[in-house]
């Protein structure tokens, strides 16, 4: 019985390890990667692995995409009624508010995040697909287009753009997909997700979710593997109709020139290097200076500086620098590191070493130009955090620094915040503006006036006034400069996965006697 007992227990777990490693969906079937090969996942809080997923390549690129195409063009999706798309979006939302705990921690251990923020960010993929579902239940049948006369009936109607290759990032997995997939399927188009190969879990798990709630076969592929060899077939192949890619820099160009070959639609989110402008007015009472001040820590450091909205530049007005920098970086030097798991743990680890190392990297480059460290700046001592192995580092204020800083030019992705300092209020919008990047942008006053006239003048996609970090899903998100091209979410999020069709219609046809035949 002891012997039947074990044989069941290794069968089972054989079967566990075969799924795990089952994770790229083409044509409503999981499969291993045509090569065989595998990844392991590490848990970014310790350095270890705890999971094991199929790298594909170009070939498990090439099935994703047939099948997708195969998908749209014979399939029942793209002319299925809208309001039954959108019933599916409103059931996979209520399918992550049921899985919310579950997906939270994978979300947690997978990007190394608080426990708090992957419940957070669960929620806000839910509210991405039910935005998107209201959204097109809500559009009427076109736009009349009036042709000045009562014999012709003009109209511009939306279509779906048809396959669309989604490349999301590793710093927000879940969430970042919903705001592609989410408009994606809303249109009528199918499409093939490549996630980030270090974290790719959630995505698998909304792949799932898809399919639970009942999206054909075909409609959702997805193709675990890394961003050189999956990332750029679906970019360049000629059967996709358009790529939306949120990451890098460097790779968003290389997304864009392949893309070129084919002229196909390119959506692009690069990040940003975004600016926090406190006036001392913002700061005149104890209260309204702890709220500064609160804001500013949020802005820098929520998931470890991993955000491409992180408010890295803190540029103050000059008169109250020296208070503002020292309670910031006591305060910074206070936030509790550890696994995001853990209770009362306030910020993770960095997501990987390499990434431990570029943030390392540019704090040695600003102090070698000539930044005080005022927190922070180096790993954190073994004893001071659990687990000791993990990637984390410490959140760290350069103070005193210049815009020629590579530290203050560059995005770093990881926990560090650069202070500069002004005197003027056009002085101020020039440092914020002094960027090649224009994602997102804070400003912090009592005068309302000044508040308008600043943000008015701020070149970045989203400005905040007196807050930092909060987006609504029906309010577009996008940059200005390297931080990319098109918008995700509201109403331009949706258009982007659509192309417009101008339908004229006579309704009274006669010759026209051009020609005199």
Request: glycine letters at 10%; hydrophobic letters at 40%; a negative charge.
């Amino acid at each position: 019985m002891a012997g039947q007992q074990a044989h069941q227990a290794q069968a089972h777990q054989a079967h566990q390890d075969q799924q795990a490693r089952q994770t790229i969906h083409v044509g409503g079937e999981w499969r291993a990667a045509v090569s065989g090969a595998t990844r392991e996942i590490l848990d970014p809080a310790d350095a270890k692995p705890f999971a094991v997923v199929a790298e594909g390549d170009g070939r498990d690129a090439d099935a994703a995409v047939a099948a997708a195409r195969h998908a749209f063009d014979t399939g029942e999706w793209p002319r299925t009624p809208v309001a039954e798309r959108a019933a599916l979006l409103r059931r996979v939302a209520d399918l992550l508010v049921r899985d919310r705990e579950e997906l939270g921690l994978l979300e947690s251990r997978d990007a190394g995040k608080t426990t708090e923020e992957g419940r957070v960010d669960i929620d806000c993929v839910a509210d991405a697909f039910r935005y998107f579902a209201d959204l097109v239940v809500g559009e009427g049948g076109g736009r009349v287009v009036d042709a000045g006369s009562d014999d012709i009936h003009s109209v511009v109607v939306h279509e779906p753009v048809g396959v669309c290759a989604l490349i999301t990032p590793w710093n927000y997995p879940l969430l970042q997909a919903s705001w592609k997939i989410a408009p994606a399927l809303a249109a009528g188009n199918t499409f093939v997700v490549k996630p980030s190969e270090i974290t790719p879990l959630t995505t698998v798990a909304l792949i799932r979710l898809l399919t639970e709630a009942g999206l054909p076969a075909g409609v959702a592929g997805l193709v675990t593997g890394p961003g050189h060899t999956v990332g750029a077939r679906l970019a360049e192949h000629p059967d996709v109709d358009l790529v939306s890619f949120t990451g890098g820099l460097v790779s968003g160009t290389k997304v864009a020139r392949a893309a070129a070959e084919t002229v196909k639609k390119v959506a692009l989110e690069l990040g940003g290097k975004n600016p926090n402008v406190v006036f001392a007015d913002a700061c005149a009472t104890d209260e309204s200076f702890d709220t500064a001040v609160d804001q500013a820590l949020n802005a820098a450091f929520i998931h470890s500086g991993q955000v491409c909205s992180a408010g890295s530049r803190l540029i103050v007005e000059e008169s109250v620098r020296e208070r503002f920098v020292a309670e910031l970086a006591r305060r910074a030097g206070r936030i509790r590191l550890g696994r995001g798991t853990e209770d009362g743990v306030e910020c993770g680890p960095l997501v990987s070493e390499g990434q431990r190392e570029r943030t390392e990297a540019y704090v040695a480059s600003a102090l070698a130009e000539g930044a005080v460290l005022r927190a922070g700046g180096r790993r954190p001592e073994p004893s001071d955090v659990r687990p000791a192995t993990g990637y984390f580092y410490e959140p760290t204020v350069l103070d005193q620094c210049h815009r020629e800083m590579k530290v203050v030019r560059e995005e770093v992705f990881g926990p560090v915040l650069t202070v500069e300092t002004f005197r003027t209020e056009d002085e101020a919008v020039a440092l914020a503006n002094d960027t090649e990047y224009g994602l997102a942008g804070a400003v912090w006053t009592a005068d309302a006036g000044r508040a308008r006239r600043v943000a008015g003048r701020l070149r970045h996609g989203t400005v905040w006034i007196n807050d930092f970090h909060p987006y609504l899903p029906q309010a577009e998100w996008g940059g200005f400069g390297k931080s990319g091209v098109g918008r995700e979410l509201g109403p331009a999020g949706l258009a982007e996965y659509r192309e417009s069709k101008h339908v004229y219609q006579n309704l009274a046809p006669r010759p026209v006697r051009w020609f005199a035949g």
